[in-house]
């Protein structure tokens, strides 16, 4: 869940969701090369070319900066197999959403305080981290710092 304020190319990078505009492009070309001998190489190659694609299409989106910087490769966030997106994430990931420093600058609080415990928040992370880090600490990792960087680095990371 998001705030409708949210640009649609970071919702969908979050979602994991291929833009329509790619799905149609793909659908295309598979049938365009429906009758070639290995349908299956075919395929693979077809998607590999939109996942090209959407992520040129994200390097260069102009908006969604902050989950931009958090998720850069968009084939890393969608294999990852750890952590699941839920509503904490997605206004992480967003930062837009039930954080202090969101809903100031949106005119819904006066000041930038955590809703929860009426500490002054810097960021998102910290906000995020108020939860009591349950959420942060399935999906990342117990003990882990909430550096941005480093938290979507070890959110794409395979289990051991």
């Known amino acids: 869940m998001a705030y409708r304020t949210v640009s649609t190319a970071a919702v969908l990078v979050i979602a994991g969701m291929i833009p329509a505009h790619l799905l149609s492009f793909e659908r295309c070309e598979r049938y365009k090369r429906r009758h070639e001998p290995d349908a299956a190489r075919t395929t693979s190659e077809i998607r590999a070319e939109t996942m090209r694609k959407w992520q040129a299409e994200w390097a260069n989106e102009s908006n969604g900066r902050w989950t931009r910087r958090l998720i850069q490769d968009i084939n890393s ?3 990852r197999n750890r952590g699941s997106v839920d509503f904490h994430m997605t206004q992480l990931l967003s930062n837009h959403g039930y954080f202090g420093e969101y809903l100031r600058r949106i005119g819904k609080l006066d000041a930038a305080t955590c809703v929860d415990c009426q500490q002054p928040v810097e ?5 995020f981290a108020a939860d009591g880090g349950t959420t942060a600490s399935a999906v990342f990792g117990a003990g882990r710092g909430l550096v941005p960087r480093q938290h979507c680095a070890q959110h794409v990371e395979e289990t051991e």
């Open 77 to 79: 966030w969608r294999g």
């Open 123 to 127: 960021n998102t992370s910290f906000s």
